[in-house]
């Protein structure tokens, strides 16, 4: 199996950056679409379904997908022997920021449920301050596993 994965690494890689891709687009695009809605938008109306079409469709058809291929191929890169050295610093700053990013994506699915109920509480404000999270764990991720600092 070892073996397969070390064969495979370069693909394995490959599709682990592009489903990050997809997850980062949705990340940064969907808390936007909450600030519109919110500022911009009649309870009930006909703009206010097609905003929850969108985020609905923006969560479960790009999101959703791209989180679980960005693990499942990031998983295969750790259990890819001799890839990742847990002594050192990257591997745990990239870890705290991904856990985060998870946790973001959940976050906003219970927010996309909020205005599918009409109980959205938060303000266009909030969602904007938000939306700044994934670009923050974005740049700790790719400077771990990139520049590689510390030790
Ligand atoms: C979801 C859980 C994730 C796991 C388990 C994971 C794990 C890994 C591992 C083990 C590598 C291989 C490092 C190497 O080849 O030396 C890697 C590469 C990479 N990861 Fe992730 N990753 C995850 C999420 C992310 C996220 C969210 C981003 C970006 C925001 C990201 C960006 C990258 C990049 C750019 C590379 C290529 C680095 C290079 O070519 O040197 N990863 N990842």
Redesign the pocket.
């Given at each position: 199996m070892t073996d397969f994965l070390i064969e495979l690494y370069p693909w394995t890689?490959t599709l682990?950056?592009i489903s990050?891709i997809a997850?980062?687009a949705g990340l940064f695009y969907l808390p936007r679409l909450f600030v519109y809605h919110t500022e911009e938008v009649e309870k009930g109306s006909k703009t206010d379904l097609m905003f929850q079409t969108m985020e609905r469709r923006l969560l479960r058809a790009i999101m959703n997908p791209a989180m679980t291929a960005?693990?499942v191929f990031?998983?295969c890169?750790?259990f890819t022997p001799g890839?990742?050295d847990w002594s050192s610093f990257w591997p745990w700053s990239?870890a705290a920021a991904?856990l985060a990013?998870?946790w973001f994506h959940h976050w906003l699915g219970y927010r996309r449920k909020d205005f599918m109920r009409g109980q959205n509480t938060r303000t266009g404000r909030q969602y904007r301050v938000m939306n700044e999270l994934p670009t923050v764990l974005?740049v700790v991720?790719?400077v771990s596993?990139?520049v590689r600092p510390f030790w």
């Open positions: 890689k682990h950056v990050v997850w980062m960005t693990w990031g998983l890169l750790v890839i990742v990239k991904v990013m998870t974005m991720v790719v596993v990139i």
